[in-house]
């Protein structure tokens, strides 16, 4: 088996508007098709990037949602894509302050809530979700993985 | 496909001049309400119930081959509880030749409510609807277009969980008065419980395998086998059997009559399965007898009485996870543990181990060792360690003679828990070719349990928990084996 | 997002066009509010041409739903491409509102008198 120690990555920057987001996440759809059809050469999986586009999508509204509570410093949001032969790993960083990700929990559906259904969506069209926060930035490490052959 | 046969007197020249002018249309309607089939969830949660597979084929997959065999072309698949593991296994059905598309109904939609919900999909066609939760006994070597399109009364079937009938066109439906028909060339079972499911699935092991398309190859009368399927030589095969793909059946097993082994399953040695239901992704221990039931990972279920045993004892029935997530959080930590270890190693080494290379009590031997089961070598430093004497002890208690291989552990070479170095030899190379998920490690699964070395509870814990290997669990074996060791 | 309605026999028919997510929530609250005002109570959304909706979509429909629901009208959504209908299943709203293939039919159906079983 060949190691791949070394990850393609490239980066967005962008200041934590609602139009921003969007072009964010319209990007990383982008960015995961491509990525599907190079390592597949076939068509492109219409499943793993409307994944992805939900997945950042919702991080990246959070970005700005929270952000709207801020009215000091310099906000930035920042999303990396990094690649290697059988994943996509995103990373959405913000400056706001920290939050009790992992205490999140699932919406309770028979109340059909107006909202909080972000990090759920997240969980659910992602392989692998971290959180952190370290120096101040939020960082939500999302991992979705090319389907692979069963054992 | 083989030939099909005529059923029923030939057109005449004015109905073949008919249908080719009028060119009959057909498209199915698929309803899965929730309310038929809610009894699989409580035996088999993470799965839609249609999914649930007889003869290693799904339900729904049943039904969507007899759609396309009846001529449709169209076939929309309605849940009021979706799943989606059902799309993502049907897709846009290019698979099959026909488009699948899916739609949504709500608990207690009638026919009529649900016709309208897809209005778009049921215009100007006929349709074939089979609403409810059932089993198609039917010949795909039979011409079911013409009895069903053009001959009165159609089909019209009806069991006690479902019932499947055609009409002319989607107004039809809400007129549609026609006693059920018995038709000799096709009926449905109802799917009201599970041993519905085993009996049903005995049936066409024993008799109808030819009727249907059972993935595998049919070689022979009473055998269907997937690809990548390896039989242990010992191994007894007692037809009628179907084995699914990435099945290994070992030593001494006794498989049959009347046993459908699922995708991924392995059939540990000395076990017998006859008339009973292996799922996918199952793990069967040794020397264990299954007759009559249906195994899914740690469950064993009992069809007659309904009755599900979870068991805890992995060893003996467990699910095979797919672990191709981790490689890179393995990765990582087997860099960061080698290095650790290493690090608090390293002094405590060279100081014992100068004073034992004085005594002349412990060898460092460069050892060609196996390090998958298809015969691949890599050579490691193995410490010949003597027990016997307090240094020895001593050197062992702090896991010293696994210094050496942390070197290869660091380059990523070498996991740092796995199965047991085995060196290159051919009675080594014998055992690992019955052992394809071999793995080595610096240290052994067997040791963390405290098992001695060529001992049978050895062989167990070895395989076990190479079947098994998750992250977590690597990690857990390697605290218990360093724990074991200091004490 | 462009959104534009219609009336027939009564229902208002809410075309929508383009991208629902957190840029438009605030557009599509203003929209629906103006027809709530005129005293409109029964609605189809025709989604024929989203090509994408997030959770903050779907959640001013639920607002919309809630707010309808509550003046004894209802609201149903129409011709959802897969990408959207998935994200309805997902958030478990296809258990609470109505979905159609097509307008026309989901328009009907406020008129037809279809029991449960």
């Known amino acids: 088996m060949v190691r791949n120690d070394i990850m393609d990555k490239m980066e967005l920057k962008f200041s934590p508007t609602l139009k921003n987001a969007q072009m964010g996440t319209i990007a990383a759809a982008k960015i995961a098709s491509a990525f599907y059809n190079l390592i597949k050469n076939d068509d492109p999986d219409q499943n793993f990037s409307t994944d992805v586009e939900l997945a950042v999508g919702e991080a990246c509204t959070n970005c700005v949602k929270y952000s709207e509570n801020l009215d000091t410093g310099d906000k930035t949001v920042i999303v990396t894509f990094e690649t290697d032969d059988e994943k996509l790993v995103i990373q959405v960083k913000d400056q706001n302050p920290e939050f009790d990700f992992h205490g999140v929990s699932v919406p309770d559906f028979s109340e059909v809530p107006e909202g909080g259904y972000g990090i759920f969506i997240i969980r659910e069209k992602m392989d692998l979700v971290t959180y952190m926060h370290t120096n101040g930035w939020n960082c939500v490490t999302m991992t979705k993985f090319i389907a692979s052959p069963i054992i | ?487 | 997002m462009k959104i534009t309605s219609t009336q027939d026999n009564g229902i208002t028919i809410i075309r929508l066009s383009g991208r629902f997510d957190a840029t438009v929530a605030d557009q599509f609250k203003e929209s629906v509010q103006q027809l709530c005002e005129k005293g409109l109570s029964n609605f189809v959304i025709d989604m024929s041409d989203v090509s994408y909706i997030d959770s903050s979509g779907l959640g001013s429909i639920i607002t919309f739903l809630r707010k309808i629901r509550l003046a004894k009208g209802d609201i149903k959504v129409a011709s959802l491409s897969d990408k959207v209908r998935s994200i309805f299943q997902l958030t478990r709203f296809h258990r609470v509102i109505e979905i159609f293939d097509n307008s026309e039919s989901a328009t009907l159906s406020f008129n037809t008198l279809h029991g449960k079983e």
């Open chain 2, 1 to 487: 496909m083989s030939q099909q046969k005529m059923l029923w007197p030939p057109l005449t020249v004015d109905q073949c001049r008919l249908r080719a002018r009028e060119k009959i249309d057909m498209k199915a309607l698929i309803l899965l309400k929730e309310k038929n089939c809610r009894w699989v969830r409580s035996f088999f949660p993470s799965r839609h119930p249609g999914m649930i597979t007889l003869c290693n084929n799904s339900i729904l997959e049943f039904m969507v081959d007899f759609a396309i065999l009846s001529g449709c072309t169209e076939i929309r698949m309605v849940m009021d509880e979706p799943g989606m593991d059902v799309e993502q296994f049907f897709k846009s059905g290019s698979r099959w030749g026909a488009r699948i598309s899916y739609g949504n109904s709500m608990d207690g939609d009638t026919l009529g409510h649900i016709l309208e919900k897809n209005h778009a999909f049921c215009k100007d066609t006929s349709l074939l609807i089979l609403d409810g939760f059932f089993f198609i006994n039917y010949d795909k070597s039979l011409d079911y277009s013409q009895l069903i399109s053009l001959n009165e009364p159609g089909i019209n079937l009806t069991c006690s969980t479902g019932s499947m009938f055609y009409v002319e066109d989607e107004a039809a439906v809400s007129s549609f008065t026609q006693d059920p028909v018995d038709c000799p060339e096709c009926s449905i079972s109802p799917l009201a419980t599970l041993d519905d499911l085993l009996q049903i699935s005995i049936r066409i092991m024993e008799s109808e395998q030819n009727h249907y398309v059972l993935p595998g190859y049919g070689s022979e009368e009473g055998m269907v086998i997937g690809s990548n399927v390896e039989i242990n030589p010992t191994a007894r095969i007692i037809k009628p059997v179907i084995l699914g793909n990435n099945v290994r059946i070992l030593g001494e097993t006794v498989v049959g009559p009347n046993a459908t082994i699922g995708n991924n399953v392995i059939i540990d040695s000395g076990s017998q399965v006859e008339q009973s239901i292996i799922m996918d992704g199952s793990y069967v221990g040794h020397h264990l007898t299954i007759k009559q039931k249906i195994v899914e990972g740690q469950r064993v279920i009992d069809p007659r009485y309904q009755k599900t045993l979870t068991v805890e004892d992995g060893f003996l029935f467990s699910k095979m996870e797919t672990n191709q997530s981790f490689s890179i959080v393995r990765t990582m930590i087997n860099l960061l543990v080698g290095l650790c270890l290493a690090g608090v190693q390293l002094i405590p080494y060279i100081l014992l181990g100068s004073i034992r290379k004085i005594q002349k009590d412990w060898s460092v031997k460069t050892t060609a060792c196996f390090m998958d089961s298809q015969g691949t070598t890599r050579t490691f430093d193995m410490v010949h360690n003597n027990l016997t004497t307090c240094t020895g002890k001593i050197f062992a208690a702090l896991s010293l003679d696994k210094f050496p291989l942390l070197g290869s552990v660091i380059k990523g070479k070498l996991r740092i828990v796995g199965n047991r170095l085995l060196e290159a030899t051919p009675k080594n190379r014998k055992q690992l070719h019955d052992f394809p998920e071999y793995i080595p490690g610096a240290f052994f699964y067997s040791e963390s349990d405290g098992f001695a070395p060529d001992s049978p509870e050895e062989e167990i814990s070895e395989r076990f928990y190479a079947v098994n290997r998750t992250v977590l669990k690597d990690a857990i074996m390697l605290l218990k084996a360093l724990i074991a060791r200091l004490t």
